[in-house]
């Protein structure tokens, strides 16, 4: 993904950290002038003439994309299939593949009914 915000966003800046596309909600919304928009959505947010109480599963990327803050914030990815079944997943630097992954939380083998992943072994 590539960002520009010339004056907060240093340019050539290159990063590997873990960012999903519902963070930029509370992001946009921050930069907006609301930064605390996913707390006060818990509890009832009123904008033009209604309240809204929802939980966004996101963050607000803003101070680690202006370099205030050294990581960011979202520290753990799993990624699923339309049907439930983990394809991969990355805790903080730690990644891992599908296989591996499926494996271990599966420890026949199986990914599911269907033989996601094919044989049964390592």
Known sequence: M?????????????????????????????????????????????????????HIDGYNLVPYLTGQAKESPRKFFMYLSDDGDVLGMRFDDARDCRRRALTELRPHGRASSRGFLGEGKR
């Open 2 to 54: 590539m960002v520009r915000w010339p004056g907060k966003i240093a340019a050539g800046k290159i990063s590997n950290e873990i960012v999903q596309h519902h963070d930029w909600l509370p992001t946009f919304l921050a930069i907006a002038g609301d930064p605390d928009v996913v707390d006060n959505l818990k509890s009832g947010y009123k904008a033009i003439g209604r309240t809204y109480k929802n």
